[in-house]
């Protein structure tokens, strides 16, 4: 449990800054560090826990299915781990409430740093491999906040996204090779993946296990050659780039090899790799921080040299190496971030980190001159300096390691040339601010900075000095823990300063003597290295982001294209695909029940519409003719129902056609009445081919069906149409009692489509041709008077007529729908001949509510069965006598279909209606014709109005 | 009779398919009606070709097979109410785009 | 069924069928719109009656009551079919068809008024 | 006698629908397709009434009766259409 | 003539609806007496207000004689159009002409169209825009007079008879 | 009440719609009243039918009284008793946003909004082939008419071709079912699928072109990769609530095809087992790599968020292509985060809209937004959720779904699924430092956001947090659906075999 508040206080502490926010800094840098410096200190009172090998564990079940557990474990490399981050986090703290400026928001910069913080002690203890995954993520995103934090300035901005995007990249695919790891282990607990390393390492997939963990890992670390962002992480403030790119996350990386080396690291190819990579960073990021001009920019490359250090020590693997790797760790903590504050308090005091602008300051400054002094020669592994002890160790390693075979004698010589560097800019780092004259004045005349903001440097220093000096009595039982936990073994070791004379040794002073010289004459260098020094990283990444993005939107435009056409042609030869891979197995197009004779009515119907289909399609272009075509197509098919013996889909198809053929009129009127010749003949010829063949397909389906036996559950309904539905016509009842909620789908589809093309037409701007297509004025006879008497002797006829087919639908063919349809038509004709204003005064009830109330109707009617126990939707009926009128039967399917006629009056009229009120008020009309129309609909003065 | 049944939906179906590659809306729209004919003859079928069958439970048997018919009926409906929304919308690109394309084109080429 | 109930059907459907089929011969082969209107109008409509009442005819006799549902079909073409070619008629003069130079009468002139303005160019390319 | 009566009307019947698929395809003007269009919708009124006399049924009478008002309707809207463009003004 | 009341305005209107459901349903049994009834009463209730002037029937009788001569002239016309139609070797002689009108009221108007497009050898053509006159068209026609006494005598004086006079 | 508990989401949107629609203008408190009452109503409705469905019981609704396989029969299983929950989540968050002022741009926005629901929840629930044909048609006029809701060029623009296509869709989708039906001779998913035993071979042929027309229908109601063209624009295009609706919509295609083929084309159909793995495994793969170019190519935050709801599509149908039931738990998962999270994004895209006023969406330099630290906060924490970083659900949904895949599917589900996620997290990065850390200098202006908006984001974005930390339940919940719908028989034997037959 302890474990579980050791991980979680520094994560609660993400709401203290927040919550405190508004108060005085003093208070919410307190509150902030309280937390934290309770889980440092539940740390540290682990050790004798530790010390004793006691096992510490912590762990409840989470995801099971991806064998998550929220599972934490603190053994020696957690515990040093645990010490760095959430030690030196304070002090960064410590150093930020000095650093930020007074009108900076501190309370969200703490809240950035202590999620941070906690994702890095996630990482330390997680005892599950997709736990640590969650928590390496994390620290990616709380790392994009914080270097991003001056948001204003657009190098922040761009260095947080090049940061985000490749570490980002490496986590997803640390995810692959984690989820591969567990695989190969058979368990994402740690403990099991650490205690499986030869499962692990003759599984096949182990070299790419290792290449997606590795990329993980050099990615976060900042390893060559993923190295790049790291320089423009310095965009941060100091206090992030202090805590992150010495202590804490560019540690992830190394932390992860360490963590996993038991598991994975026993192989020829860890070795040469990792030591290789590990090599290639430690001299490139020597070799430019030599001539970097930034203060923080030489301890960031500085930081990736250091990094390949400890890198080529877990690449080499032998105990030793991973005691030295660790102690590196520690000592590289502690120099660095000590070497960053001060950089951080000598920007602060002369408002640039430019070496150019800097020099001199050990007058204005000698107490941080001491300072940065010291913990640069710790960097630069001068004697009597904690770094000195574990560089030597670093030389020892290398001379010792078989890894390159017969050049094994390379590897000492590079690490030599690397210490030379070292020493080299630690050296040009320390002369150049504090001794020698500054070539321009900085912004802002230095002093030194107030005594708390050094403390933080100060104990670093003395970290520095007293482990260089005390090593055994001070870092001996920590790295003892660690060297354990990443060896799963206790390892036999001895920290002391002299070693008596021996080659480390000599390397040690070479790279010392050397690395004066160097510094000596690095203005020669500078030219010879000018030449290669032309490539920026930031603006390759940034141009390759942009180039991407823009070459992704090149590709989609081509792809996508936002023409209809092409998804058509898509979705076409999708369905084409598709018929055709169930067509080839169909064995036998013609099925056993073979063809019916022919007769010379189905001759006809066929040619009318085949003819009616090709013609509609090759008159396309002169719309209103395609139209007439169409309309042949709807009456033979309708004639086809009726010829198969369908009267109600006859009565049906007849009323939708009109009604269609209206529509589509309308429309046409404000549409373009030709379409210009514009497809290619390739394209027609191409389109014709589709369509053709899936036609072809349809065809043969249709075929293919037709040719064989029924078997269908329709007896079922014939069956119980009379008795169980109370109705003959099968049809209808199936309609309104066996499928009834399909229809009541269906009359909701229709009152919508009424609502939505209420939608279309509300604020509709249309331009009302003054002319027809051929440049004729229209006739400006707008209400025939013949036109006008006639329809209104239909109305009362098709209200009759309308009356009959609704009644008559449960047994007889008919029903609401086409009831509503004839309805609705014959109000359409009035309209038609009177005008909408005319027969809007009269028709004064509104639609919408006439639809409404009739899918209410329909629904209320299905409720109804509730009362009685039944599902939704059960129908009954009866039978019953008045007297005159005798027996009669009432359903309550005809309720039902009730609902379907209001539906369907009421959206048919929204439609067509409302389609036709767009017009009226401003049709442009001249005065003069306006008069004669009126008149022309009322020929006589004496009608009234 | 089942074979140029199902050329004739066939055929039909072409032409609508035909229409609906087209790269003005206006044919679209009568492509896809024309589909929905085809469709719905399609489905009609699905029960099998009765030439002389009783349309009512009580005028004897050999009975067309009612339920693709009730589908198609509900189909129809869908139809139409599909058809008159995509006409209308038609309508409406048009008054605000300007022309009647389809396919993404800005300007009219005429 | 007699007989001769059942030649008079006969003859009624035969001639309902002749005049269906002079009045679209008419439609097809007459040489101006104004002249092909008149096949249909006229003998097409009693082409359908004569074949209604044959039905008429048939149901009656077939279930032994008067069945004279037809007439209601009868009586809606008779009500538009005149107007329907009414309407045609006007359609054909304002889109001023040709007629066969042999049609006297007045020239089918519309008068003024029933012409509207000059035509005006469409302002959107599209349309047209 | 019916069956062979029946026979010959059906037969001059489809002749006349074909005569108005062919007036109907060649024109010349938009008037003769609108009027074979309107033929051709009375013309199935006769084809509906012989399906009727053959399958003995009066199952398809609305058939016939909604092709008589509907026919006529749809007639209107295309006069109408190219009188006036707008159909409903 | 039959005085008009609130819930039956035209009661031989609604009686010819009667027939018509009478019809349509096939039957006279007195339930479909009775629905047939309340349609042919409701349905002229709710259609009332679409009619700007109803046209009242003044002599009933003459309407009568009037609708047996057209359906006679009907047949007629229909045999002399066919012989028109069929006959390849007969000469036709189309002609338009202006026929002035007497009638006034729009739905008389109506009729004399329809009528004039139904019997001989004749098409209403288009009722000019002030309802003076309208066009017709003849199949085969020679005398204008002759066409414009007959259709005058035989069709517009009868309407006018019974419904405007 | 309890024993129509299935039948109430269909119907308690229905009723809902009706009382809203009566009246088109004013009553705009009582509409709202009603609209965020009914949609609570619908939430605790899923949330009895999951607890119903919890115990592993397949119960069944026969309307009208008419058992299977003759009438329509609603099913209630674990996997449509999740998608219901999920439904009314989002349709909560999203009803309470538009009750920010959006549903009063336009007439009728609350009725035809809960009329989408009943067409939603009709499709999710409904056991029989044509039915679903019809409530995808309600569903996809509801959306046509609220696609157009507010007007304006581009959505009049972006529905034509999404109306179209979808037009076209449903003409298959009528193919489809009329084969199956001509080559089965039922409509009833179950009873199709306890016929695909012993279906004749001659047959065969017919039954894998009508299904998979049905997958071309499917697959485009999905926006699977070379049907998916209508989506990004639409989903752009449409208001805010509208646009967090539609989240679900592509779910409803993918819904389809898990039920339709699992059931139907399950261990019992022979030969015809599994015949879309391949095609949507494929394309699936297809998809989310075009979505990953979308994702970088967009230059409208509404546009990068259609391409993100196409990753969540082609990642979704990989796992219905791996047809594991591992794979199917770990989509089900992932689902229920990318329906929330990618509706949530889209109410947020729309208050961050509103405060930086005329860009818009578009990402370039904007004013800086007087809410901004609120919003910058969602934003991360919806595109943490949304890129599948840790902590939120998305990581958890993804790590699901790559440890799901097996042997050489691995090779791509992995390499795809990761590079999207870059993808993603590129062009998220680069979107949110555009929006939040790239302003003008000057003075703050605007008004402070609706607080219904606020509501209805973080109603949203919150369930991320909610799937993290009950992720063991909720993923033991998708992992009894995934059983249960590997296991087809289970619904054939309730439907058919213990309840058939006429009554
Ligand atoms: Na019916
Ligand atoms: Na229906």
Redesign the interface.
């Known amino acids: 449990m302890t474990l579980l508040w050791i991980a979680l206080l520094p994560l609660l502490g993400v709401l203290v800054p927040a919550l405190n926010a508004q108060r005085s800094r003093m208070v919410c840098s307190l509150a902030t560090a309280l937390l934290p410096a309770i889980a440092l200190l539940l740390t540290l009172m682990q050790i004798p826990a530790l010390l004793e090998g006691e096992a510490l564990r912590f762990a409840v ?6 064998n ?1 557990e929220l599972a934490l474990r603190l053994d020696g490399l957690s515990l040093l781990f645990n010490i760095l981050i959430m030690g030196i986090g304070l002090l960064i703290l410590l150093y930020a409430h000095f650093y930020l400026a007074s009108d900076e928001p501190v309370g ?1 910069f703490y809240a950035f740093l202590m999620l941070f913080m906690a994702s890095m002690v996630g990482i330390s203890m997680s005892d599950n491999l ?1 736990l640590l ?6 620290t ?2 709380s790392s ?2 914080l270097i ?1 934090f001056w ?2 300035q657009s190098d922040a ?1 761009k260095g ?2 090049m940061a ?2 490749v570490t ?2 490496g ?3 640390l ?2 090779g984690l ?1 591969l790891l567990g695989d190969m282990a058979g368990s994402f607990s740690m403990g099991d993946v650490l205690a499986s390393s030869d499962r692990i390492i003759a599984d096949s997939r182990y070299p790419l296990m290792l290449g997606l963990v590795l990329l993980g890992a050099f990615t976060k670390s900042a390893q060559f050659p993923f190295h790049f962002w790291l320089p423009h992480a310095m965009a941060a403030p100091t206090p992030v780039s202090a805590y992150l790119h010495s202590a804490t996350m560019v540690k992830a990386g190394i932390f992860l090899m360490a963590r996993l080396h038991p598991a994975i690291a026993d192989s020829e190819l860890w070795t040469v790799v990792v030591s290789l990579v590990g090599t290639a960073t430690l001299l490139y990021g020597a070799w430019f921080a030599l001539f970097k001009t930034d203060l923080k920019g030489i301890l960031a490359f500085s930081t990736v040299s250091h990094l390949g250090l400890i890198t080529v020590l877990l690449g080499i693997g032998s105990p030793m190496a991973v005691l030295a790797a660790l102690f590196h760790i520690l000592n590289h903590a502690t120099f660095k971030a000590a070497l960053f504050m001060s950089a951080g308090i000598i920007d602060h005091e002369t408002g640039t980190r430019e070496l150019k602008q800097l020099g001199g300051l050990k007058k204005a400054m000698p107490v941080t001159a001491l300072l940065t002094t010291l913990a640069a020669a710790a960097m630069a592994g001068v004697p009597l300096f904690n770094g000195f002890l574990s560089k030597e160790m670093f030389f020892t390693e290398t001379l010792k390691t078989p890894v390159l075979g017969g050049l094994s004698w390379l590897l000492p010589a590079l690490a030599t040339l690397g210490g030379i560097l070292s020493v080299a800019y630690s050296l040009r780092l320390v002369h150049a601010v504090f001794f020698k004259p500054a070539r321009e004045a900085p912004p802002k005349s230095p002093h030194e900075p107030p005594h708390l903001m050094r403390l933080p440097v100060e104990i670093l220093v003395v970290l520095c000095v007293v482990i260089g000096l005390l090593p055994a009595l001070t870092a001996t039982h920590l790295l003892d823990l660690a060297t354990q936990a990443v060896l799963q073994r206790p390892l036999d070791f001895k920290l002391a300063i002299w070693h008596g004379v021996n080659l480390p040794l000599l390397m040690s002073v070479a790279a010392l003597l050397i690395g004066t010289v160097l510094y000596w004459r690095h203005r020669d260098m500078r030219l010879f290295t000018r030449q290669f020094e032309s490539v920026d990283a930031r603006r390759v990444f940034e141009r390759f ?1 942009v180039t ?2 823009y070459r ?2 090149q ?2 435009t081509a ?17 084409f695909v ?2 055709v ?8 197009l013609t ?21 009616g ?5 090759a008159t ?1 272009r002169y ?54 010749q ?2 290619s003949p390739l394209r027609n010829v191409r ?2 081919l ?3 063949s ?15 036996e ?5 007896n ?7 008795p ?1 539905g109370g109705g ?4 209808n009842v ?2 309104v ?17 009424g ?28 209400y ?7 329809s ?10 309308s ?3 609704f ?2 639908g449960h ?4 029903g609401g ?2 009831a509503g349809l ?1 309805t609705a ?1 014959a109000l ?6 009177r ?2 204003e005319w027969a809007q005064e ?1 028709l004064d009830f ?1 639609f ?2 006439v639809a ?2 009739g ?2 109707v329909a ?1 209320l009617t299905g ?1 109804g ?2 009362l009685f126990g ?6 009954s009926f009866g039978y019953f006598t ?1 007297p ?3 027996e ?1 039967e009432l359903a309550t399917a005809l309720l039902f279909d009730l609902g379907v006629y209001l539906a ?1 009056v009421g ?1 048919t009229l929204m ?3 409302n ?2 009120k767009v ?2 008020a401003h ?1 442009p009309v ?1 005065e ?2 306006e008069k ?1 129309a009126e ?2 609909a ?3 003065s ?4 | 009779m089942e074979l140029l049944y199902a050329m004739t939906t066939g055929v039909l179906t072409a032409s609508g398919l035909y229409l609906t590659l087209r790269g003005r809306t206006f044919p679209v729209v009568v492509g896809l009606t024309l589909l929905s004919y085809a469709v719905n003859l399609f489905l009609f079928s699905m029960g099998g070709l009765t030439t002389d069958g009783a349309a009512l439970v009580n005028e004897g048997n050999g009975f067309a097979d009612p339920l693709p018919q009730a589908l198609v009926l509900t189909a129809i409906v869908i139809g139409f109410a599909m058809t008159a929304f995509v006409v209308i919308l038609a309508m409406r690109a048009r008054s605000e785009v300007g022309n009647d394309h389809v396919d993404g084109k800005k300007e009219d080429r005429e | 069924m007699s007989l001769w109930v059942e030649a008079l059907i006969s003859l009624l459907l035969i001639t309902g069928g002749a005049f269906v089929f002079v009045g679209s011969l008419g439609m097809a082969h007459l040489r101006d719109f104004y002249m092909r209107l008149h096949g249909p109008t006229k003998a097409t409509t009693l082409g359908i009656g004569c074949m209604l009442v044959a039905s008429m005819a048939y149901f009656w006799s077939v279930d032994g009551r008067p069945d004279i549902q037809e007439l209601l079909i009868t009586l809606f073409l008779f009500i538009t079919a005149p107007v329907s070619a009414h309407l045609l008629a006007k359609t054909g003069l304002h889109l001023r068809l040709k007629h066969i130079d042999i049609t006297q009468g007045k020239p089918v002139e519309l008068r003024p008024e029933e012409v509207g303005k000059k035509p005006v160019p469409h302002p959107d390319k599209g349309h047209g | 006698m019916l069956s062979i009566a029946l026979y010959i009307t059906l037969a001059l019947v489809v002749m006349a629908l074909l005569m108005n698929l062919y007036r109907l395809t060649i024109g010349p003007d938009l008037p003769d397709r609108v009027l074979a269009l309107d033929t051709m919708y009375v013309n199935s009124i006769a084809l509906i009434v012989l399906l009727g006399l053959w399958l003995n049924s009066k199952t398809y009478f609305e058939s016939a009766l909604l092709i008589a008002m509907l026919g006529f309707i749809s007639t209107v809207a295309v006069c109408k259409y190219i009188l006036r463009g707008d159909i409903i003004e | 003539m039959i005085r008009s009341r609130a819930w039956l305005p035209t009661p031989v209107f609604s009686l010819l609806l009667l027939f018509v459901w009478l019809l349509l349903v096939r039957s006279v049994a007195p339930g479909h007496i009775v629905l047939g009834g309340a349609l042919a009463i409701i349905i002229p209730l709710l259609t009332n207000r679409f009619w700007d002037a109803r046209p009242r029937i003044k002599k009933p009788l003459l309407l009568l004689r009037f609708v047996l001569r057209v359906l006679g002239d009907i047949i007629t016309a229909n045999f002399e159009v066919a012989y028109l139609i069929a006959n390849p070797w007969r000469k036709l002689n189309p002609h338009f002409v202006e026929y002035p009108l007497m009638l006034e009221e729009r739905f008389t108007i109506t009729l004399l169209a329809s009528t004039i497009s139904l019997t001989p050898g004749t098409v209403s053509a288009n009722l000019r825009m002030d309802g003076k006159s309208l066009l017709i068209h003849a199949l085969n026609e020679t005398d204008e007079e002759a066409l414009i006494e007959q259709i005058r005598e035989r069709y517009e004086r009868p309407l006018k008879e019974i419904y405007e006079c | 009440m309890t024993q129509h508990l299935i039948v109430l989401p269909v119907v308690v949107p229905l009723i809902a719609g009706i009382l809203l629609l009566y009246q088109r203008q004013g009553m705009v408190r009582y509409k709202r009243v009603v609209s965020v009452v009914a949609t609570f109503a619908l939430l605790f409705v899923a949330i009895g039918l999951l607890n119903q469905a919890a115990s592993g019981e397949v119960t069944y609704y026969a309307l009208g009284d008419w058992q299977p396989p003759f009438g329509i029969a609603l099913v209630l299983d674990r996997l449509s008793a999740l998608m219901l929950l999920v439904t009314a989540l989002l349709a909560v968050g999203a009803v309470v946003f538009a009750c920010g002022g959006d549903d009063e741009k336009g007439s009728n926005f609350h009725g035809l909004f809960q009329w989408q629901l009943m067409g939603i929840d009709g499709a999710f629930l409904t056991g029989d082939l044509f039915n679903l044909f019809v409530f995808f048609e309600v569903l996809l006029l509801a959306s046509y008419a609220l696609l157009l809701h507010g007007g304006g060029k581009a959505r009049i623009q972006s529905s034509v071709h999404y109306v179209v296509l979808n037009l076209a869709g449903s003409s298959l989708f009528l193919i489809g079912v009329g084969i199956l039906y001509g080559a089965t001779g039922t409509l009833n998913m179950a009873d199709m699928a306890s016929r695909m035993a012993e279906l004749p071979a001659e047959r065969e042929g017919l039954v894998v072109a009508g299904a998979l027309m049905l997958l071309v229908v499917f697959g485009l109601k999905a926006a699977i990769l070379p049907l998916y063209f209508w989506l990004p624009r639409a989903y752009a295009a449409a208001p805010a609530p509208v646009a967090a609706l539609f989240a679900v919509m592509t779910k409803v295609g993918i819904y389809s095809i898990l039920r339709v083929y699992s059931l139907i084309f399950g261990d019992q159909a022979g030969n015809l087992q599994a015949l879309e793995q391949p095609w949507v495994w494929w394309l699936s793969l297809a998809t989310l790599a075009a979505a990953g170019i979308g994702v970088l190519a967009a230059r409208d935050l509404r546009l990068l968020i259609a391409y993100l709801v196409l990753i969540s599509v082609g990642t979704l149908l990989a796992g219905v292509g791996m047809r594991t039931p591992e794979a199917t738990s770990a989509l089900l998962y992932y689902l229920i985060h990318t329906t929330l999270i990618t509706g949530g994004l889209f109410l947020l895209a729309e208050m961050i809209g509103m405060q930086r006023g005329k860009p818009g969406t578009r990402l370039v330099k904007g004013r800086p937004m007087v809410q901004g630290s609120a919003l910058a906060l969602a934003f991360f924490i919806g595109a943490i959720a949304v890129a599948g970083l840790p902590p939120l659900s998305g990581a958890f949904g993804k790590a699901l779904m790559l440890n799901a895949a097996e042997g050489s599917q691995r090779l791509w589900l992995w390499t795809l699924v990761l590079l999207a996620g870059l993808a993603s997290l590129i062009a998220l990065s680069r979107a949110g430092s555009t929006l939040f850390w790239r302003s003008h200098r000057g003075h703050l202006s605007g008004r402070p956001l609706p607080r219904c908006q606020w509501f209805g984001m973080a109603w949203l974005l919150s369930s991320s947090l909610l799937l993290v930390v009950f992720a063991g339940p909720v993923s033991n919940y998708t992992q009894a659906a995934a059983e249960q719908l590997a296991n087809p028989s289970l619904v054939i034997d309730t439907l058919i075999n213990d309840a058939g037959g006429p009554q």
Do not use: C
């Not at chain 1, 025939?784 to 006639?790: D, E």
């Not at chain 1, 047994?811 to 008919?814: A, D, I, L, S």
């Open positions: 079940g989470w995801l099971p299915e991806l998550l969200r997709i995954w969650l928590f390496w993520e994390l990616s995103l994009f906040l991003g948001s204003h901005r947080a996204r985000l995007t980002g990249a986590g997803l695919a995810l692959a989820l982001v991407m993005g992704a939107e590709l989609l792809f996508e294209g936002n023409s209809l056409q092409r998804y058509m042609t898509l979705l076409l030869s999708a369905a598709m018929g891979i169930g067509l080839v197995q169909v064995t036998d099925g056993a029940a073979g063809n019916q004779p022919i007769d010379g009515v189905v001759i006809l119907g066929a040619v009318m519409l085949i003819f289909g090709i013609a509609t399609a396309h719309r209103l003719i395609s139209l007439l075509m169409l309309s042949i197509v709807g009456l033979f098919v309708a004639l086809t129902f009726a010829r198969f013996s369908a009267p109600d889909l006859a009565l049906t198809q007849l009323s939708v056609e009109v009604v269609t053929m209206i529509l589509l009129m309308l429309a046409l009127f404000f549409l373009p009445q030709k379409t210009p514009e497809s389109d014709i589709l369509a053709g899936l036609g072809l397909v349809i065809a043969s389906l249709n075929y293919a069906v037709l040719t064989r029924t078997l269908s559950i329709s079922f309904f014939v069956e119980n149409s009379k169980g003959y016509n099968v049809v199936i309609l009692d066996f499928r009834g909620f399909d229809t009541l789908g269906e009359i909701t589809v229709l009152a919508l489509a609502l939505a093309i209420f939608k279309l037409l509300n604020r509709l701007r249309l331009f009302m041709p003054h002319s027809d297509g051929e440049g004729r004025v229209w006739s400006p006879d707008r025939p008077a013949i036109l006008t008497s006639v209104m002797t239909i109305l009362p006829l098709a209200l009759l007529v009356a009959f087919i009644l008559r047994n007889q063919p008919g729908f086409i004839i038509v359409i004709l009035l309209y038609m001949a005008g909408v009269r509104p919408q509510p409404i109330m899918v209410a629904t409720l069965s509730w039944y599902p939704f939707l059960t129908s008045l005159v009128v005798g009669f369907v959206a439609i067509l209606a389609l036709g017009t009226t049709r001249t003069e014709t004669n008149t022309s009322t020929p006589t004496k009608e009234p109005r």
